[in-house]
């Protein structure tokens, strides 16, 4: 059974930084990885979307790489905003066409 | 462009009454549609899954049924609610062979 893990569960940070979110799954036999950012209260927004042979990438500020073989993903948020502040959440689908969730990083950027 | 809708935005029912909450896609024909609950602190459960017009899978038995009675319509229902029926509902569409999800506004349903 596929299991997602998000690292960390919150970071706070102060504006202008750069950020590395991790993703691990426990079952490598996937088709893709997809970013979601989720503002409170709201529904699920699409960041990026790696498909199983590729290795990364890129929108704007936002940089997500996947290594297939170690179950992992990064997200890399580059000169982070206060608009940035959100929850991030990693999802991976397998064969069955269904995605499974991590339980997300709640960030908050502060000026 | 596709874009899904779903609606209400937020519902307040009381414990024993029915439910309906509505999904519909545009501009996308065959899509699978699916159903999530993201209830308070927790991550998202996929609860119903559609691959086409009267095929739903079901992922956790619960109090809740899901019905496709159109291609691009994907309904949510309760006979009688539950106090921990509360939470917030999610659908999404996926597009064959594309696999990438895209995710409704949300519905805020809380059981009183």
């Known amino acids: 059974k596929q299991e997602v893990t998000q690292i960390p569960a919150a970071l706070s940070v102060p504006e202008g930084e750069n950020l590395v979110l991790n993703c691990s799954f426990t079952d490598s036999a996937i088709y893709n990885l997809q970013w979601f950012r989720q503002d409170p209260g709201k529904g699920l927004t699409s960041l990026l979307l790696?498909?199983?042979?590729?290795r990364e990438q890129t929108s704007g500020r936002l940089n997500a790489s996947l290594d297939k073989s170690s179950g992992r993903s990064t997200l890399y948020i580059a000169a982070s905003q206060p608009g940035d502040s959100a929850t991030y959440l990693c999802?991976?689908?397998?064969?069955?066409?269904?995605?499974?969730f991590g339980t997300g990083t709640r960030l908050q950027v502060f000026p | 462009s596709q874009t899904i809708h779903q609606w209400p935005a937020t519902l307040v029912q009381p414990v024993g009454s029915p439910l309906s909450l509505e999904c519909t896609v545009e501009g996308t024909s065959n899509p699978n549609l699916y159903w999530y609950r993201q209830a308070a602190g927790r991550g998202l459960q996929l609860l119903f899954y559609s691959v086409g017009i009267g095929q739903i899978s079901s992922e956790v038995p619960q109090n809740l049924s899901a019905s496709r009675p159109q291609d691009r319509q994907f309904i949510l229902s309760s006979k009688k609610l539950l106090l921990s029926d509360s939470g917030f509902y999610l659908c999404a569409w996926s597009g064959r062979g594309t696999y990438g999800y895209t995710f409704g506004s949300g519905t805020r349903l809380t059981v009183v």
């Open positions: 790696i498909q199983s042979s590729q």
């Open positions: 999802a991976v689908a397998g064969n069955t066409d269904k995605l499974i």
